[in-house]
């Protein structure tokens, strides 16, 4: 994983959210980040006795595959959202539906 992949992350969060993090705070995750994954990728390279390379792969792959298998390839959107954007443009009281999860 890239810190400047994470920072960047960072600034994208605090766009949508409005949060404004200083300098410290922002290192202060970047490095729990990073520990963390160097923590895992590790531990896969120690229990399989591969490469820290492979390792890496390996685990980004597995998340992959986890992601795929709860949410299918393609993600339907959320009916809730839908119908409370029409309702925002629209001004008129409708019911939202909420589409089934998974």
Excluded at 74 to 96: G, L, S, V, Y
């Amino acid at each position: 994983m890239s810190a400047g992949v994470v920072v960047s992350y960072f600034e994208w969060v605090q766009d949508l959210q409005s949060f404004f993090w200083s300098e410290t705070e922002i290192v202060d995750k970047l490095f729990r980040i990073l520990e963390t994954a160097f923590s895992q990728v590790l531990g896969v390279c120690r229990k399989r006795q591969i490469s820290m390379r492979l390792a890496a792969l390996s685990l980004g792959v597995k998340r992959v595959h986890d992601a795929k298998r709860i949410r299918g390839l393609f993600h339907e959107p959320r009916t809730d959202r839908i119908m409370a954007r029409q309702n925002h443009e629209d001004r008129k009281p409708r019911e939202i539906q909420f589409a089934p999860l998974g």
